[in-house]
């Protein structure tokens, strides 16, 4: 299979030679290996773990009043030695100051915040995942002008879980998530507790919030981000993977076990994430996914994480003995970017990232030092998940597609004043969406609600052959979601139940989480009346 790369240097000069012109030598391919913070290279993973405290750079705060969330640029050290310019949410509570907080929040409490814009251009918050009032949404046409302000006033009701907040500005998501936009939003409620009771884990310590990211930084620390239209049309990439902005991070970790809430807050970049002992795969046990706990616990060796998607695990570092290292790794796939009509596009630029979508490269090393061996014994059950009811629900069908350079949802480009489609409050719906086999993953992301997913179809090998769940699903795809992520050739069928108390009419967005598909108007509104 071409990668992203070959294929348009292969398609390229196939169109120039039909048209008599230019000739068919592929440019030059950049160096990879042994880059500074190259994170294929083991060696290289030296800088030890960002882990979030009780207030500073992702500081964990315990919500207990009104907050204002300034939206700012500052500066924030990544690589060693060097100071990135950087976007950053800041806020103060108790008379301590947080950058990028992780917000916890308890079930069923309300949320007040007022966004300040003290950017240089318009700005928005979405709360990923959360289930709330259009208005409070963070749709684009909220997105506010430098100086001005936007008051948060909602009930958490969704369940305990990982959810996150960042920038959804009209047209500038990517750039602006990217530059730092975006952070974790804990809930809390009792299942969560429990869970936490049970395997004697404490946020911070044995509970770690971790974002996965790919950056792209130049010779002076600064992030890189100037996407040619290559890169504007198949998503951007880094080459240097931060894990909670450590670049090549490590984690020193006992015989015990450890819960990993894990977000993949890159622009495009999909990950298989594995542990391994060398070139011994290590299980994990997935307990949560996008909306909260899974029903059960489930043992898994490997998952695929799209962006927007966030997997909840457990790993027990025990299974390995004290002096021995192992990596949370993204094992190579083949990233199925099959770009048809783009390819043939002449001037649409190289991609400028060293590491190609597909690549194995390692994200995390932990590091096993001596200490008292714990075993953690789980529930059967972790919560209780009701199916929803697909007698008598709605049909509807999603059609991803692409026409020329854009990618297309039921063959629309976004319209901030159109709407796609209407659903009737209080009614269920299973969807059908479905992708080409010419184009590339998709992440589909829902504002509004959560779904079920209730079936993949057609999906490729490599997603086949981790389809362990009944009706081919993976495990990324159990319990309540919000992100899908959609192969070429595959169809996947989510429940959603449109059930609300909000009063009006509810306008809503679909859309693609590859945040410069997103930006290019791969994204559709719907509304839910009655």
């Known amino acids: 299979m071409l990668k992203r790369r070959e294929l348009f240097h292969f398609l390229g000069a196939a169109t120039l030679m039909v048209s008599g012109v230019g000739h068919t030598k592929p440019a030059a391919v950049k160096p990879f290996r042994h880059y500074p913070f190259d994170p294929v290279a083991a060696e290289y993973f030296l800088q030890k773990l960002f882990v979030p405290v009780d207030s500073g750079p992702f500081g964990v705060l315990d919500v207990a009043g009104p907050l204002t969330m300034r939206a700012t640029a500052a500066s924030f050290s990544i690589l060693p030695g060097k100071t990135s310019p950087f976007l950053l949410y800041q806020t103060e509570q108790s008379g301590k100051a947080y950058q990028n907080p992780i917000l916890r929040v308890e079930s069923g409490e309300n949320f007040k915040a007022t966004l300040l814009n003290e950017l240089a251009e318009p700005t928005i918050i979405h709360w990923h995942g959360l289930l709330t009032p259009a208005k409070m949404d963070g749709h684009p046409a ?12 909602f009930k958490v009701r969704n369940r305990g879980g990982t959810y996150w907040y960042h920038t959804h500005a009209h047209k500038l998501t990517a750039q602006q998530a990217y530059n730092g936009l975006a952070s974790f939003f804990l809930v809390d409620d009792e299942d969560q507790r429990k869970l936490a009771k049970t395997v004697g884990l404490k946020l911070g310590e044995t509970d770690l919030p971790l974002v996965i990211q790919d950056k792209q930084f130049d010779a002076q620390g600064k992030l890189h981000y100037k996407p040619n239209g290559q890169e504007a049309m198949m998503g951007w990439l880094g080459d240097i993977i931060l894990a909670n902005l450590t670049p090549n991070a490590y984690q020193t970790v006992t015989p015990r076990t450890y819960r990993l809430r894990i977000l993949n807050g890159s622009n495009a970049r999909i990950y298989r994430l594995a542990f391994l002992k060398g070139k011994e795969r290590l299980s994990y046990v997935v307990i949560g996914t996008d909306g909260g706990l899974i029903d059960r616990p489930q043992t898994v060796t490997e998952a695929f994480v799209a962006p927007g998607e ?70 059967m059950t972790l919560s209780q998940i009701e199916p929803i009811q697909l007698v008598g629900a709605g049909r509807r069908n999603i059609k991803l597609s692409l026409k020329g350079m854009n990618f297309l949802i039921n063959g629309r480009m976004f319209n901030m004043d159109e709407i796609a489609f209407d659903v009737k409050r209080g009614s269920r719906e299973i969807w059908s ?14 504002h509004g609600f959560s779904f079920q997913v209730i079936e993949r179809s057609r999906s490729p090998k490599q997603v086949a052959g981790l389809a362990k769940f009944g009706r081919g699903r993976t495990v990324s795809d159990l319990g309540w979601k919000d992100t899908v992520l959609v192969w070429p050739g595959e169809t996947v069928r989510i429940a959603i139940d449109f059930s609300h108390d909000f009063p009006g009419d509810q306008t809503f967005l679909v859309h693609c989480h590859n945040l410069e598909h997103e930006d290019a108007g791969m994204m559709i509104n719907y509304r839910v009346t009655g």
């Open 433 to 446: 969406i479905s992708n080409p086999k010419l184009g590339m993953p998709h992440p589909i992301h829902l």
């Open 142 to 153: 909220s997105t506010i002008d430098p100086g001005k302000t936007f008051e948060y006033d």
């Open 310 to 379: 966030r997997l909840d695990i457990l790993f027990d570092a025990g299974q390995v003995q004290p002096g021995d290292e192992v990596f949370l790794k993204s094992l190579p796939f083949d990233p199925m970017e099959n770009e048809g009509e783009a390819g043939s596009m002449p001037g649409m630029g190289d991609s400028t990232s060293r590491l190609e979508m597909g690549a194995e490269f390692n994200v995390l090393k932990l590091a096993v030092t001596a200490g008292e061996r714990v075993m953690a014994k789980l529930p």
